[in-house]
């Protein structure tokens, strides 16, 4: 599936940073229960990979993608996880040539207008956003919608329930990302309804 399909299957995509392997499953499940079922895990943890593999055993309906990808060692264990997707915080033409022959979707983030002239020239047209309310946040996105309006964005970085509408209504917007939906306080205390719910209220419009 390419980038811009797989940003339309729900309007969040949470972002985990997850240590725990053993219930890594029950929170993507209760993220799928509320819509979310494409979800990035970050690789700043050491046990990143190992979580995906459970995820991706357990929970078939997710789309299981990585976050963080900063090298392309990194690139190399996605593609033997065979992973949905990949996701890097920034744009680094060498690091998104890697990506993009690995064959595995990939969303590099920008910024500025620079970064965007630097993914046009790598043929790129859906990209992360980030950080997002740092970096200008709706403003920003309007204004770049000017000159790129055929560019599509998951603005991430500083989105939550309160602000994630602002973002969804904007027509070069697919999705947000996020880590509100499934915080790290709310993962420690496996409140999965609360997490099904957050997830449902974003893909229902009722944050
Ligand atoms: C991140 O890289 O941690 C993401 O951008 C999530 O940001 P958030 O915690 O502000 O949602």
Redesign the pocket.
């Known amino acids: 599936m390419k980038i811009r399909e797989l940003l339309k299957i729900s309007r969040v995509i949470p ?1 985990l ?1 997850l240590d725990d392997v053993d219930t890594a499953p029950d929170l993507a499940e209760a993220l799928c229960a509320g819509g979310a079922s494409v979800l ?1 895990i ?1 690789l ?1 943890t050491p046990a990143a990979f190992e979580v995906m593999e459970a995820i991706k055993a357990r929970v078939p309906q997710a789309h299981v993608g990585a ?2 990808v900063n090298t392309s060692d990194q690139i190399d264990r996605c593609k033997a996880l065979d992973l949905a997707f990949m996701v890097s ?1 920034g744009l680094h033409a060498p690091l998104a040539e890697t990506a993009l022959k690995s064959g595995i979707p990939y969303l590099p983030g920008v910024a500025t207008a620079s970064d965007l002239l630097g993914a046009i020239d790598l043929r790129l047209d859906t990209l ?1 956003f ?4 740092a970096a200008g946040g709706t403003n920003m996105l309007k204004a770049l919608g000017g000159p790129y309006g055929d560019i599509r964005f998951c603005p ?5 329930s309160d602000n994630c509408e602002d973002f969804l209504s904007l027509s070069n917007v697919l999705c947000v ?4 939906v499934a ?1 790290k306080s709310l993962i420690k205390n496996q409140s999965w309804d609360e997490i099904t719910r957050l997830a449902k209220a974003v893909n229902n419009g009722a944050t």
């Open positions: 972002v940073e990035e970050t700043r976050g963080t915080p992360k980030f950080p997002a309310t991430t970085g500083g989105i939550n990302g996020g880590s509100w915080s």
